[in-house]
């Protein structure tokens, strides 16, 4: 396999996805409503988010959309007149809750220093906001590791689109078949099939192997199974 680049998602992919942000939706449903708790209810239902368990629910809007995204499904319940302003709204909060919540899939930095001393170029492609990724990946210490860091705001557009990772691989001078994309959701794998690089599934996220499968080249249990996958010891 002639990988010079690989491409990464951030939540559920480099990121702990439920350590991160189960709790921290709670706090920001919380806010965003006020701290009405029948409100709060609703909002929580119309994001799929369990408060009982604390847990965002693996169909949530929470998983794979923007802030806008979010928004949208807060609209009716909320209602939210700039749906846009209000999204980055929800933005700023996860990015000032999440710098504390953050926690890496064990194992994750240790394998990213071995493929950036391999030669291989990394970057970073999330639906998140751009400051929320560089943020989050400096209180983890990763940010140094790569080459590029993009959000849904960078003016390349949004994942399933595939304009990240155009951008990447034009940045870069590389062909697509040089390049992975590495991720958790379908979202990540359908960009990447747009995109023409190989794409490669993480069972890390809240996404299932059965529901990645279809959509991705390879399906492994998480970025640390990586080196063995480019090598051909997988």
Known sequence: MDIKAILFD???????????????????LDEICQGNKE??????????YDLKTAKI????????????????????VLQIGDVERFGQGIDELYGEICINTVKTINGVGKTLDSLHEEGILLGLVTNDTEENAISQMEQVELDHLFENIMGADSGYGQKPGSGMIDAFVGFHGLQPYQVM????????????????????AV????????????????VIASVNALPDLIAGRA
């Open 39 to 48: 409100l709060v209810s609703k909002a929580a239902e119309a994001i799929n």
């Open 10 to 28: 951030k939540d559920g992919t480099l990121f702990d996805f439920s350590a991160t942000f189960d709790a921290a939706t709670a706090l920001v």
């Open 181 to 200: 994309m590495v991720g958790d959701s379908v979202h990540d794998m359908d960009a990447g099939v747009a995109a023409g690089v190989v794409t490669v």
């Open 203 to 218: 069972e890390t996220g809240p996404a299932t192997r059965e529901e990645l499968e279809p959509h991705a080249d390879f």
């Open 57 to 76: 629910l693996p169909d949530s809007i929470v998983v794979a959309g923007t802030g806008a995204d979010i928004a949208q499904a807060l609209s009716p």
